[in-house]
């Protein structure tokens, strides 16, 4: 049985609830992150608090509780259920309303932890490679929402994991009306092409925590990695293919709607950021677990 943090209070599983008039339920009025912990430490604590308030902070959404309190609150949700090794989940929604869309009714926000024992999101695909497809549903405009808030709006994301389900697929492939790769359902993209690696602008994409990870990596081993428009023949032609994000990690794709990426094994770069990004995940964090 596991605790679940809500609202300065804990609670068992079976006991955590909210308000069938909460908007986040109503209207997916409301932000979340995914954070996770690894070897008793929190992997970029500070960087995804900053986007779940960052998030919160584009909708006009006043989380009511500083930076500090919501830190101290997951750490102690990690330490209630006795967690080394988590995925970490703070949501907050724009509280309980009636049923009208005005916000102004919710008076106060609701702020929801929960944390749950998580290893590798993908499996034996890590040595294999997944398989993904591009899917018919476009990302939606940023003209229209704001990709770049994780907010608990993901039905766009839910209707592309549905088609790459149907496909038989592992994971789908957003590209955006003029035909350029977006992002995958729930991660980032990274071509790599005659040594160099590129990646789509992060517009019509979530800016990953992940993904700044990779950055950092491919300065310090001293690859050569470009922000551009790609598109799918730029990832059918890749010698390697990889997604990013905190669930999924650096995970390998080894083909793309039928074609074969590269020789249809992890390619050499990608298994190298993979090494790397596992050393620095046991290596840096914020400790759960006082000395």
């Known amino acids: 049985m596991g605790w679940v943090y809500i609202n300065g209070e804990f609670y068992p599983e079976e006991e955590a609830k909210i308000s069938v008039f909460d ?8 932000v979340f992150e995914g954070i ?5 430490r929190i992997f970029r604590f500070d960087e995804h608090i900053d986007r779940l308030y960052d998030s919160a902070k584009a909708i006009l959404l006043e989380i009511p509780m500083t930076k500090d309190e919501m830190k101290k609150a997951i750490i102690e949700c990690l330490r209630r259920n006795g967690l080394r ?3 970490i989940r703070p949501i907050v929604t724009r509280g309980v309303g009636d049923l009208g869309l005005d916000p102004r009714k919710c008076k106060k926000p609701t702020v929801i932890i929960i944390t749950r024992e998580w290893g590798k999101m993908y499996g ?3 040595e294999r490679g997944l398989h993904a497809v591009s899917v018919g549903v476009r990302r939606i405009s940023p003209a229209a929402l704001v990709v770049n808030v994780k907010s608990l709006n993901y039905l766009n994301n839910i209707l592309g994991k549905i088609e790459a389900n149907v496909k038989g697929a592992d994971e789908a492939i957003f590209l955006d009306d003029n035909g350029y790769i977006c992002e995958g359902s729930g991660d980032n993209i990274f071509v790599v092409k005659k040594g160099k690696i590129y990646t789509p602008p992060a517009l019509l994409s979530l800016r990953g925590i992940t993904r700044e990870v990779v950055f950092e990596l491919c300065e310090r081993l001293g690859y050569d990695l470009k922000e551009q428009n790609i598109s799918l023949f730029d990832l059918y032609t890749a010698d390697e293919v990889f997604v990013t994000g905190t669930a999924a990690e650096i995970a390998p ?16 770069i990608t298994k190298r950021l993979m090494e790397e990004f596992e050393k620095l995940t046991q290596e840096e964090g914020t400790p759960i677990y006082e000395d």
């Open 23 to 30: 908007h986040g339920f109503f209207y997916g009025d409301g």
């Open 253 to 268: 794709v080894t083909k793309i709607d039928g074609r074969v990426i590269g020789n249809g094994k992890v390619g050499a």
């Open 124 to 126: 034996d695909l890590y």
């Open 36 to 40: 996770r912990a690894y070897n008793g």
């Open 85 to 87: 090794d988590a995925y």
